[in-house]
T-cell receptor, first 115, second 115 residues
Framework: AQSVTQPDIHITVSEGASLELRCNYSYGATPYLFWYVQSPGQGLQLLLKYFSGDTLVQGIKGFEAEFKRSQSSFNLRKPSVHWSDAAEYFCAVVTYSGGYQKVTFGTGTKLQVIP | EAQVTQNPRYLITVTGKKLTVTCSQNMNHEYMSWYRQDPGLGLRQIYYSMNVEVTDKGDVPEGYKVSRKEKRNFPLILESPSPNQTSLYFC??????????????FGSGTRLTVV
């Protein structure tokens, strides 16, 4: 069965610093990969997605993610973090199982941004 | 505006008192789903619906019911709530087939407390 691991429960970065949030997946084939962001009191919003092709994908709000097949990873990055990026971030894997699409979410990484 | 609307946003109830959380989407999406979010566990799927009158269990369906009589609505029913159902609930919808590329649109969440 597929699984998603976000090893960092909580990350603190200074405003203006770079950011990398880790995501590792377990699946027999190349899955479809997503990153979502959840601002306080809000639902999840899609940041970016990967299906095939270029392994570096660009998303909204200046985020990007790189798919590395050899490491089974899909890490989220941002060169310069803004205070408004403080939120919880979820990696998700979409796979096919028995003809149906299955979405599996990671447990989330909470980002704190300090001035 | 394209959106998923959940009601209520906050609900406190007592053990055993039946309740319904409503979910409505205005995007004509075929697929709708309910998730619960608990600290350290991420999002877990409760039930999903591929289309009208087609529903199926997710990963944690015990204690919940759903119905899909109309395409736009997908209510979550707790017939006899218990304290372990205290959680943050999200409804989400998406198009099916190749359109799952677009990912989910999430509602703003319902925070349920069962005392």
């Amino acid at each position: 069965a597929q699984s998603v691991t976000q090893p960092d429960i909580h990350i603190t970065v200074s405003e203006g610093a770079s950011l990398e949030l880790r995501c590792n997946y377990s699946y027999g084939a190349t899955p479809y990969l997503f990153w979502y962001v959840q601002s306080p009191g809000q639902g999840l919003q899609l940041l970016l997605k990967y299906f095939s092709g270029d392994t570096l994908v660009q998303g909204i709000k200046g985020f990007e993610a790189e798919f590395k097949r050899s490491q089974s990873s899909f890490n989220l990055r941002k060169p310069s973090v803004h205070w408004s990026d403080a939120a919880e971030y979820f990696c998700a894997v979409v796979t096919y199982s028995g003809g149906y699409q299955k979405v599996t979410f990671g447990t989330g990484t909470k980002l704190q941004v300090i001035p | 505006e394209a959106q998923v609307t959940q009601n209520p946003r906050y609900l406190i109830t007592v053990t055993g008192k039946k309740l319904t959380v409503t979910c409505s989407q205005n995007m004509n999406h075929e697929y709708m789903s309910w998730y619960r979010q608990d600290p350290g566990l991420g999002l877990r799927q409760i039930y999903y619906s591929m289309n009208v009158e087609v529903t199926d269990k997710g990963d944690v369906p015990e204690g919940y019911k759903v119905s899909r009589k109309e395409k736009r609505n997908f209510p979550l029913i707790l017939e006899s709530p218990s304290p372990n159902q205290t959680s943050l609930y999200f409804c989400a919808s998406r198009r099916t087939g190749e359109s799952f590329y677009y990912g989910y649109t999430f509602g703003s969440g319902t925070r349920l407390t069962v005392v």
